[in-house]
Every structure is written in C-alpha cells, then in structure tokens.
C-alpha cells in the first residue's frame, strides 16, 4: 500500500478528525473510502464523473481559502 502526503488547512483537519472519531473510524479509513469511491467511478464518463464532483464540492460544508503557494515552492530546497 502507497502512502500521500496532503497539505490541509489546521481547521479542516480539526473538523475532519472530530467526524471521524464521530463515525468510529480514522480520517485515513474515511480518505481512503472516498478515494475508492471515486475511482470505482471509472465506468462513468469524464463529464459525468466531473459533474458528480463538482456537486460534491458544491453541497460541501467545508470551505478551502485561496491557494497561496506555487508547487514549486513545495518542492524548494
């Protein structure tokens, strides 16, 4: 099994955990889950796949700010 690493805002990942431990299980169980989800996804079409997405991302409770970093500031050494 492969592992990511992920750059999350400190009070998304608050909220997320607190759902996670509401839901008796691990915000990389909970990750992992929707990741499933969405690439068992591959027999729908790209514009349906997109629309469902974007709906997810619409009906959403959590809001992500402006990104202020470039990738390659990430990967600056």
Known sequence: MSNIT??????????ARKIAVEQNTTLTAMVRSVLKQFAARKDLGT?????QL????DTSEVRVGP??????DLHAR
Not at 6 to 15: M, R
Not at 47 to 51: C, D, K, L
């Open 67 to 72: 990104r202020k970093w470039m990738r390659e």
């Open 47 to 51: 514009e349906e796949m997109i629309a």
């Open 6 to 15: 992920l750059a999350i805002d400190d009070e998304i990942l608050k909220k």
């Open 54 to 57: 974007r709906e997810s991302f």
